[in-house]
């Protein structure tokens, strides 16, 4: 059974940093690219970054370039997603999803980030 | 980036009687495959997405028959023939063709 679990989420204030994770299992993760999707309170879904099954290749979302830093660990099956200068327009359910043929077949739980001071 | 747009964004549907949803690309989801990649998603209230449809009309496992999918280029509609009260939820379409991938503004389905 393919699972997705994020983690590292939380309360930040204005300008602060946060590490969010996402494990895999289920499937050979490194035979997947991997997306983060965002969902703010009462709002639509937004991709956020994608990085492909080797790393080499990473895309972000404008809102969000220069700011945050996707990168895996295939050797852990894991995703992350590296969040500096954080402002309230980030405050969102970040959700993992897999990425395969141009859809998100599995997502995870997500994990809320909350940006307040 | 493509603008994908729903419509309508909100829909009260007695049970038993049948929903449309219609979603618009800004361009065309003909991938240089020759594939369009179009899905739908079911978002219930306070559930992760859980996607219904893959390149345009293919149901994921699990999903009733009663969902389908249809279109083709920049036009596309998802439609329920015969809605449950279990559809409650806020359905996005999304295409995969180009990055980034984007999506619709999510229409919400009440009963």
């Known amino acids: 059974e393919v699972q997705l679990v994020e983690s590292g989420g939380g309360v930040v204030q204005p300008g602060g940093s946060l590490r969010l994770s996402c494990v895999a299992s289920g499937f050979t993760f490194d035979d997947f690219a991997m997306h983060w999707v965002r969902q703010a309170p009462g709002k639509g879904l937004e991709y956020v970054s994608l990085?492909?099954?080797?790393?080499?290749?990473?895309h972000y979302a404008d809102s969000v370039k220069g700011r945050f830093t996707i990168s895996r660990d295939n050797s852990k099956n894991s995703l992350y997603l590296q969040m500096n200068s954080l402002g309230t327009d980030d405050t969102a359910l970040y959700y993992c999803a897999r990425d395969y043929m141009g859809s998100y077949e599995y997502w995870g739980q997500g994990t809320l980030v909350t940006v307040s001071s | 980036d493509v603008v994908m747009t729903q419509s309508p964004l909100s829909l009260l549907v007695t049970v038993g009687q049948p929903a449309s949803i219609s979603c618009r690309s800004s361009?065309?989801?003909?991938?240089?495959?020759?594939?369009?990649?179009l899905n739908w998603f079911q978002q219930r209230p306070g559930q992760s997405p859980r996607r219904l449809i893959f390149k345009v009309s293919n149901r994921d496992s699990g999903v009733p028959d009663r969902f389908s999918g249809s279109g083709s280029g920049t036009d596309f509609t998802l439609k329920i023939n015969r809605v449950e009260a279990e559809d409650v939820g806020v359905y996005y379409c999304m295409q995969g063709s180009h990055w980034p991938y984007t999506f619709g503004q999510g229409t919400k389905l009440e009963i």
């Open positions: 990085i492909n099954d080797n790393g080499e290749t990473i």
């Open positions: 361009q065309s989801l003909v991938y240089g495959d020759g594939e369009t990649y």
